[in-house]
Structure formats: structure tokens, C-alpha cells
């Protein structure tokens, strides 16, 4: 059994297509200054024809380049996405067999929340000896699920994967982690199809959900850094999940974070649900922001809702 879980890989790919404000102005009625206004959001990708499998593939091959450590050695992996290929098998099978991997393969479904409830679950799995190698990845197509036509979802999201490698340590890793779920917010944020024949897109009370998210997190940020007994000057950066700059930045202010110690990928990006945070973490890692042993704070809420935090030492 390792005492801690510790990420020693982080990968992400972007679909090379970019969407940017001025061409979403072009089909609906909205514009870069009210979207770059009421959401930090620039610019998103969307994909032609790759599926979320293929994103996540070529995420979970830079994370296990980066380990060092080959697909084979892999025990677990979880792939957290909101948008799986198939109903069934799970898409993380398929992305077993793609990264040329042997080992149990399932998917979880917590939406934008969901690489937090993956990396969660991954780390009871290093703790409790059950396996010693796990990848989670963090990958969606959302443009399949967005009515284009819709201008209140249109601008908010994005496609894209990422991916971290956990490996068993005993030194350092995973601090702390908190999740939290609470169904009676469906009608708030959701796909309301029935899954069978009908095809369904985000329908969002976008006021309600930004109230909430604002709310949720803060309490949350503050109760994991009184729970670690830390204060917030002890954090390096804060990873958050990338929905609307006004919610990254009054949780940050909240917790008297100052914005250059969070990373914010939204403007180039989009909300990419559960890839969004390893999206952000693998691109501060790579470009030097984030180095070996900081403290970082990953924090996300998603529809039910549901929400969660992890302190890392990466
Ligand atoms: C969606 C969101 C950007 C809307 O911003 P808002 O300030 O709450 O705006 P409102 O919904 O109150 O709409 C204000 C006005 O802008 C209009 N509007 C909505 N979308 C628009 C767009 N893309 N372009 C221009 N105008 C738009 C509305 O119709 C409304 O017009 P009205 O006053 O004439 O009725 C914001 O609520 C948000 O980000 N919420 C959180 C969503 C989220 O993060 N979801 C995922 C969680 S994981």
C-alpha cells in the first residue's frame, strides 16, 4: 500500500479547428465583447471527425511519455467524459486498447466535475494497494451536445482532452480531496433526452448555475484549506475548472488567491467539462509555471450538481 498518490505525467490534446467569437457572431445573435465580457471566453475548439476516444489517446500517450513508463504497466484507467463514444461499450475501453494497454478500463460520468471524481477514485484505488500505475484522463466532444443555434450555450463550450499518470510514492501527492453531489439542481443544467431516440443538447439556467458555482466552490476552497490547515498563501497555483472567468475569479478573491497564481486556459479553450483541468494543469506544467513540489489547488463543479476539490504536492 503507497501512502500517497502522486502524479508523475500530464498530457492534453486540442482539435486543431478553432471557433472563434467573430465566427460564432456570424450564425447567432451575440458578440465578442458581450461573450469576452460576461465570460473571459475568446476563442474554443471543435472537432471534425475525431471522437472523444481519439483526443483522449493522444492526451494519454503524452502523460505516459512524460511518466516514462509504457501502456503495459498501466493498472487502472478512468476516463471521465460527458460524452462517450458509444452508449456502450465504455470509451475507456476502447481507449485501453488504442494506447495498447491490458488492464480494467471503465468510464465516469460526473460532467464538468468529473476529472476530480476520477483523480478521487484513482487515488482510493494507489491507497488501498488495489493498483499502483492509474491513468485518468479528462476528454470531451461537447460540440456534439451544444445547439449551435442556441446563443446562452453556443459560446461556452469546447472540445478537448487531458490526462494525468498516477503512480503509488511515498513521499508526496494527493493531500486532500472533497466531493460533493446534489441532484435536486437537474433541471438547471442538463441533457434532458432520453438517451434511446431522441438527440439532445445542453439546456442551462445559466444565472441560476453561475450563482450557485460562485457559492459551491468558494465554500469549498475555504473548507479544504481549513481542513489541510493551511492558509492561502501556502498555495502555488490553483487549477480550477475553466467555466466563466468571473467564477475563477471570485472564488480566487475569496480565498485571497491573487489571479497570477491561477491558471486560466478559458480564454483560448472554452469549458471542456472534464478535460478542462488537465487541460490547464498539463499546460502550466509544460510551459515551466508549475514545478515539482508546489501545492496546487484543482477545484470544479458540474451538473446534478456535483463538485469537488483535490490539493496536490505535485
Ligand atoms: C451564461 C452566462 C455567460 C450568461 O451571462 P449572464 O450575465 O448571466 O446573462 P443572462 O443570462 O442574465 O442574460 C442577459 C442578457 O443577455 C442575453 N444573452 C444571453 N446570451 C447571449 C449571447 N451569447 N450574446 C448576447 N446576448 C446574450 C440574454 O438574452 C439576456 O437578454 P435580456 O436581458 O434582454 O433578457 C452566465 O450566466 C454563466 O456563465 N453562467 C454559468 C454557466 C456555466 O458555467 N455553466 C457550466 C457550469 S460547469
Known amino acids: 500500500m503507497s501512502k500517497f498518490a502522486r502524479i508523475i505525467g500530464t498530457g492534453s490534446y486540442l482539435p486543431p479547428t478553432v471557433v472563434t467569437n467573430d465566427d460564432l457572431s456570424k450564425t447567432i445573435d451575440t458578440s465578442d465583447e458581450w461573450i469576452t465580457t460576461r465570460t473571459g471566453i475568446k476563442e474554443r475548439r471543435r472537432v471534425t471527425d475525431e471522437s472523444t476516444c481519439d483526443l483522449a489517446e493522444i492526451a494519454a500517450n503524452n502523460a505516459l511519455e512524460m511518466a516514462g513508463i509504457d501502456a503495459s504497466e498501466l493498472d487502472l484507467i478512468i476516463l471521465a467524459t460527458t460524452t462517450p463514444d458509444k452508449i456502450f461499450p465504455a470509451t475507456a475501453t476502447m481507449l485501453q486498447t488504442a494506447i495498447g494497454a491490458s488492464c480494467p478500463a471503465f468510464d465516469l460520468q460526473s460532467v464538468c466535475a468529473g476529472f476530480i471524481f476520477a483523480l478521487t477514485t484513482a487515488e482510493q484505488y494507489i491507497k488501498t494497494g488495489a493498483a499502483n500505475k492509474v491513468l485518468v484522463v479528462g476528454s470531451e466532444t461537447l460540440s456534439r451536445i451544444v445547439d449551435w443555434n442556441d446563443r446562452s450555450t453556443a459560446i461556452l463550450f469546447g472540445d478537448g482532452a487531458g490526462a494525468v499518470v498516477l503512480s503509488g510514492s511515498e513521499e508526496t501527492g494527493i493531500l486532500h480531496s472533497k466531493l460533493y453531489s446534489d441532484g435536486k439542481y437537474l433541471s438547471s443544467l442538463q441533457v434532458s433526452n432520453n438517451y434511446i431516440n431522441e438527440t439532445g443538447f445542453i439546456e442551462m439556467a445559466g444565472n441560476e448555475v453561475f450563482k450557485i458555482a460562485v457559492n459551491r466552490l468558494s465554500s469549498l476552497a475555504e473548507e479544504t484549506l481549513k481542513e489541510c490547515n493551511m492558509s492561502s498563501d501556502e498555495l502555488d497555483w490553483m487549477v480550477p475548472h475553466q467555466a466563466n472567468l468571473r467564477i475563477i475569479s471570485a472564488v480566487a478573491k475569496r480565498i485571497k488567491t491573487p489571479m497570477d497564481k491561477v491558471v486560466v486556459t478559458l480564454d483560448k479553450q472554452g469549458n471542456t467539462s472534464a478535460a478542462s483541468i488537465p487541460l490547464a494543469l498539463d499546460e502550466a506544467v509544460r510551459d515551466g509555471r508549475i514545478q515539482k513540489g508546489q501545492t ?19
Open 296 to 314: 496546487l489547488l484543482f477545484e470544479g463543479i458540474g451538473g446534478g450538481f456535483s463538485w469537488g476539490s483535490v490539493l496536490v504536492k505535485f
